[in-house]
T-cell receptor
Framework: NAGVTQTPKFRILKIGQSMTLQCTQD?????MYWYRQDPGMGLKLIYY???????DKGEVPNGYNVSRSTTEDFPLRLELAAPSQTSVYFC?????????????FGEGSWLTVV | AQSVTQLDSQVPVFEEAPVELRCNYS??????LFWYVQYPNQGLQLLLK??????LVKGINGFEAEFNKSQTSFHLRKPSVHISDTAEYFC?????????????FGTGTRLTIIP
């Protein structure tokens, strides 16, 4: 049971570089999410998607872009990396967005921008 | 808008001792409440959740939590902890009339079990 799979697990970027964090889920979930987790802070929602072709901003979307061409995949793109984007990123999915529906998380991607 | 406060950032506990991790929330409407656990270098996984019904909720690994509406609390408890319970624990809240995209997480409590 793969669940939610993220790659890469670790990455170091230089300021101004761009990269894509990949996320795929095999549970046929409609809803997918990207969160970031900073030390001593709770998770903050970056973007979410309610289905293929539909995405929307979360609480902290600046500096990021997403796309959802298939139900399974939800990549997160950083266009011009900045030190403030050093964080741990979690992709997640849920069957529906109904509040209370269980969210399943990937194992995280540790990103350092230097 | 809802908010959630985890009062303790770190809790050290001796093995086989009981533990309580505290969580308080703020909301003007009815809420759903969650506890997630994050083991080292892993993603979060759901420990338990309160949606409605009995205020005492039992979860995985022997954990339970009690929803107290008058105290606006949802404290997590375990009667006897094990080394394997070492992890970070996140309380989360969502208002029942909104979707998962409005889920708000607390800042986490790091539980360290002392042998």
């Amino acid at each position: 049971n793969a669940g939610v799979t993220q790659t890469p697990k670790f990455r170091i970027l230089k300021i101004g570089q761009s990269m894509t964090l990949q996320c795929t889920q095999d549970m046929n979930h409609n809803y997918m999410y990207w969160y970031r987790q900073d030390p001593g802070m709770g998770l903050k929602l970056i973007y979410y998607s309610v289905g293929a072709g539909i995405t929307d901003k979360g609480e902290v979307p600046n500096g990021y872009n997403v796309s959802r061409s298939t139900t399974e995949d939800f990549p997160l793109r950083l266009e011009l990396a900045a030190p403030s984007q050093t964080s741990v990123y979690f992709c997640a999915s849920s069957l529906s967005s109904v509040s209370g529906n269980t969210i399943y998380f990937g194992e995280g991607s540790w990103l350092t921008v230097v | 808008a809802q908010s959630v406060t985890q009062l303790d950032s770190q809790v050290p506990v001796f093995e086989e001792a009981p533990v309580e991790l505290r969580c308080n929330y703020s909301s003007s409407v009815s809420v759903y409440l969650f506890w997630y656990v994050q083991y080292p270098n892993q993603g979060l996984q759901l420990l338990l959740k309160y949606l409605s019904g009995s205020t005492l909720v039992k979860g995985i690994n022997g954990f339970e939590a009690e929803f107290n509406k008058s105290q606006t609390s949802f404290h997590l408890r375990k009667p006897s902890v094990h080394i394997s319970d070492t992890a970070e624990y996140f309380c989360a809240v969502s208002e029942s009339n909104f979707g998962n995209e409005k889920l708000t997480f607390g800042t986490g409590t790091r539980l360290t079990i002392i042998p």
